[in-house]
C-alpha cells in the first residue's frame, strides 16, 4: 500500500501557470464524451463473492478458510482458505487435506419435481437429481448493485454490470459538478470565449490519497509541478469510490476491491492489482510505468486465441517487449484493425463507454442426465425447473415492469447421438410469468415425442431469446370494458407521468377541445356525473389514455388551495364535474363520441360512394326533369321562400 503524496501531475516542465487541460475538454466530461482526458472511471469487483455470500448467510467469522462447492469441485475459495494453497482447481477432498478445517458448502441446488430451489446437505451425492442454483448469488449481487445507484446522484449516474460480481462507473458527470463546487475558477467563461483556452492551475498544492494503493511513477520526487486537474478529478472519484465500498461493507457485509483510472481497461486491470478489500488509483502520468512490467494476456480479449497468436507472432508474453513492435508490423501480422487496436491497448489506450444497459441475447437453463430420463413425467419435473431458473433471470431483466422480454423459446433434447430442437414464439400480448414459460416448455417437448424414439433421454435444455424492450404505460383490451370506479383506477395506475405531459400537447387534440364542431349546437341529456345517457359508448372508451389537452389548473390548485367548482367545467357541454378526475373522464367520453361520429361519417361516406352508376345516372336525369317543379306541395315543416 503506496503512502500519501504530496503533489501529482503529469510531467510538463517547470514554471507552467496554466492547465495542459482546456476549457472544452473540461465540458466533455460533463456530459460522458470518451474524448475527455480527464475522464473518471472505476470498477468495482466483489472479494471471492460466492465465498462471501455464503459466508454472511451462514454467520461465519471472516477468517474461516470457506470455498463453495458445486459437486466434487470447488467454484469459490475464500482469501483465508487461499492462504493454504486451495484453488478453485482442487477437489474438495484435496482441499480438506490442506486444510483440515475449511468449510465447503455446496450450492443450493434444485431438486427434482420441487418448485423451488434450496441447499441439500446431499446435494453432491445426487448429481443426476439436482441441478445447480445461483439464484442466491444473483439475489445478493442485485442488493448491492441496488445499494451502489443510491450512493449516487440520480441524474449523475452511469453504471454498468458488467457480471455477477463486478461493476463500471463513469463517474465523469459526477466528478465534474463537484469540481464546479469544489473550484470557482472552474465557472467563469474561458478568455476572449475561446474554448481552447488553457484552464488555470488549481488552487491546490497537495493531494491526499489516503489509503490508495497509488500508481505512480517509480520516483515520486520526480514531481516539480503542481496538480493538474486529472490529477484532481481522480482524486474525487477515489472519493466516491471509497464511500460506495464503505457502505457496501457496512450495510452489507461484503467487501469489495476497486480500480479508478480514465478508461474500463486501466480500472479493471487496477481493481485486480491489490486485493482484497483495497483499492487502486492509477494516475494518467504513471499509466506506462504500471503496464510495462505486465503479462499482455490479463488484459480483456487477449487471454485466448488471440493471445495465443500475439504470442506465437512476436513470441513474447510481456507488455514491455511489446511496445517496441511498431504499429506497421502489428497491421502487417495481424491485420489493420487488429493490429491498431492492440498497439492502442498496450499503451493504456481505451475508448469504450460505460454501458448503464448490457442488453442479454439469451438465456439457457440446462441438465445433462445420468442417468438418463426415461419418461415424460421425469422430462416435465425438469422443464418446471428451467422454466423457474429462466424466469428468475428474467425478472433480473425487467421482465415484471416489462423492461425488455423475450420473443421467442427453444427446447433442444438429446437422445443418444441425435439432437431434436422445437421453437415458438411467446405471447406478446399477455404479462410473462414462469407458469407460461413452464406451458410452452411442454408443448414443445409434446411436439418433440411426437416424432417417436426420445427416450431415454440424455440432456435437456430450455432457452430463450430475441429479446426486446417492452413498451410500459399501454393497457390491455380488459381495460377498455371496465366500468366506473373501476376504470378510472386503471387509468390512474397505466398512466405514464412522463409521457402525460407530452400528450396533453397535441394540437390535433386541442382542436377537438377548442372546437367541437356541430355537436356544441344541440343540448345533452345528463346524469348526475355529466354523462350523456348513452352508457355503453361512455363505459366502452372510458378506460382509455386519455390524450385531450386538460389543464391542471391555476398554480395555486396545484400547491393545495380550494380550487373553485367552475374549474371542472366542461367547456363543449358546461356540464360541471366534482373533481378533476370526473373531469377527465367526461372528456374521454367526447373524446369517444368524436370518435364514433367519424367512424359513422366513414361509413355512410362509403355507403354513398358505392352505388351503382345505373342509380347515379338515373337519379341525376330525375334531378335534370324536377329542376322546373319546384313550385310543387311542399312538405311537412317546409317553408317557400320569397325572392325579389
Known amino acids: 500500500m503506496s503512502s500519501p503524496f504530496q503533489t501529482s501531475s503529469p510531467m510538463h516542465g517547470t514554471g507552467r501557470r496554466k492547465s495542459q487541460f482546456t476549457y472544452r475538454q473540461l465540458g466533455l466530461l460533463a456530459s460522458y464524451s470518451t474524448s475527455s482526458p480527464l475522464r473518471v472511471i472505476a470498477h ?10 455464503e459466508g454472511v ?38 482441499a480438506k487435506k490442506l486444510c483440515p478445517r475449511l468449510i465447503a458448502q455446496h450450492v443450493a441446488t434444485w431438486k427434482e419435481g420441487d418448485e423451488k430451489w434450496a441447499y441439500h446437505d446431499d446435494a453432491p451425492s445426487h448429481i443426476g437429481t439436482h441441478k445447480v442454483s445461483l439464484d ?34 463513469d463517474l465523469s458527470a459526477q466528478v465534474h459538478s463537484i469540481l464546479l463546487k469544489r473550484y470557482p475558477e472552474l465557472n467563469t467563461p474561458p478568455p476572449y470565449d475561446d474554448p481552447t483556452e488553457k484552464l488555470p492551475l488549481p488552487s491546490v498544492t497537495a493531494l491526499d490519497w489516503q489509503a490508495d ?15 493538474d486537474w486529472d490529477d484532481i478529478a481522480i482524486l474525487v472519484g477515489s472519493e466516491i469510490v471509497r464511500d460506495i465500498r464503505a457502505e457496501i461493507r457496512r450495510t452489507l457485509r461484503y467487501t469489495c476491491s476497486a480500480g479508478i483510472a480514465g478508461n474500463k481497461m486501466l480500472s479493471k486491470l487496477g481493481s485486480g492489482y491489490k486485493k482484497p478489500n483495497q483499492q487502486t488509483v492509477i494516475r494518467n502520468r504513471a499509466v506506462q510505468n504500471f503496464l510495462s512490467d505486465m503479462k499482455f494476456t490479463k488484459i480483456r480479449n487477449l487471454g ?9 507472432t512476436f513470441k513474447t508474453e510481456t507488455i514491455k517487449d ?15 484493425d487488429t493490429g491498431v487496436w ?6 493504456g489506450i481505451d475508448s469504450s463507454e460505460v454501458n448503464s444497459r448490457t442488453q442479454i441475447k439469451s438465456m439457457l437453463s440446462a441438465k445433462s442426465f445420468r442417468p438418463s430420463v426415461n419418461n415424460y413425467e421425469q422430462a416435465v419435473k425438469w422443464l418446471r425447473i428451467f422454466a423457474a431458473d429462466i424466469f428468475s433471470r428474467l425478472v433480473e431483466e425487467g421482465v415484471l415492469e416489462n423492461k425488455r422480454r423475450p420473443k421467442t423459446i427453444n427446447l433442444h433434447h438429446r437422445h443418444g447421438g441425435q439432437t431434436r430442437s422445437r421453437s415458438s414464439g411467446i405471447p406478446q400480448g399477455k404479462t410473462l410469468d414462469e407458469a407460461t414459460l413452464f406451458d410452452l416448455a411442454k408443448n414443445l417437448l409434446s411436439q418433440i415425442i411426437l416424432e417417436g424414439r426420445v427416450w431415454p433421454c440424455a440432456n435437456l435444455s430450455l432457452s430463450v431469446g430475441g429479446f426486446e424492450d417492452g413498451v410500459t404505460g399501454n393497457m390491455g383490451i380488459g381495460a377498455f370494458l371496465l366500468k366506473g370506479d373501476e376504470a378510472r383506477g386503471s387509468k390512474s395506475t397505466t398512466r405514464d407521468p412522463s409521457m402525460e405531459s407530452s400528450a396533453h400537447e397535441r394540437p390535433e387534440k386541442k382542436r377537438r377541445v377548442d372546437n367541437p364542431g356541430i355537436q356544441r349546437f344541440f343540448p345533452k341529456r345528463e346524469n348526475s356525473f355529466g354523462r350523456d ?14 390524450t385531450l389537452n386538460v389543464g391542471k389548473g391555476p398554480l395555486s390548485a396545484q400547491t393545495g388551495s380550494h380550487k373553485p367548482i367552475t374549474d371542472y367545467m366542461c367547456t363543449r357541454c358546461n356540464a360541471r364535474l366534482e373533481d378533476s378526475e370526473g373531469l377527465q373522464s367526461h372528456l374521454d367520453w367526447h373524446f369517444a363520441q368524436d370518435l364514433q361520429n367519424e367512424e359513422r361519417g366513414k361509413q355512410t361516406f362509403a355507403s354513398q360512394s358505392t352505388v351503382p352508376r345505373s342509380q347515379k345516372s338515373a337519379d341525376a336525369s330525375s334531378n335534370k326533369s324536377t329542376r322546373g317543379t319546384s313550385s310543387k306541395k311542399l312538405e311537412h315543416g317546409q317553408r317557400k321562400l320569397k325572392f325579389g
Open 44 to 53: 468495482i469487483d466483489l472479494d471471492a463473492f460466492y465465498a462471501q455470500c
Open 304 to 312: 485466448g486465441k488471440l493471445g495465443d497468436q500475439v504470442l506465437s
Open 342 to 347: 492492440l498497439y492502442s491497448t498496450i499503451r
Open 213 to 227: 494503493a497509488l500508481v505512480d511513477l517509480e520516483d515520486a520526487a520526480l514531481e516539480i509541478d503542481d496538480p
Open 533 to 546: 345517457a348513452e352508457e355503453n359508448i361512455n363505459d366502452s372508451f372510458i378506460g382509455t389514455e386519455n
Open 322 to 336: 511489446l511496445l517496441l513492435v511498431s504499429v506497421e508490423q502489428m497491421k502487417l501480422k495481424l491485420g489493420d
Open 136 to 169: 442466491p448469488y444473483r439475489l445478493e449481487s442485485r442488493r448491492i448493485l441496488s445499494l451502489i445507484k443510491e450512493r449516487l446522484p440520480s441524474n449523475l449516474q452511469r453504471v454498468e454490470k458488467a457480471s455477477i460480481d463486478e461493476v463500471f462507473l
Open 57 to 94: 448467510r451462514l454467520g461465519i467469522a471472516e477468517d474461516q478458510p470457506l470455498a463453495v462447492q458445486q459437486w466434487q469441485g470447488l467454484i469459490a475459495v475464500n482469501y483465508p482458505a487461499r492462504e493454504f494453497g486451495i484453488g478453485r482447481h482442487c477437489t474438495v477432498t484435496d
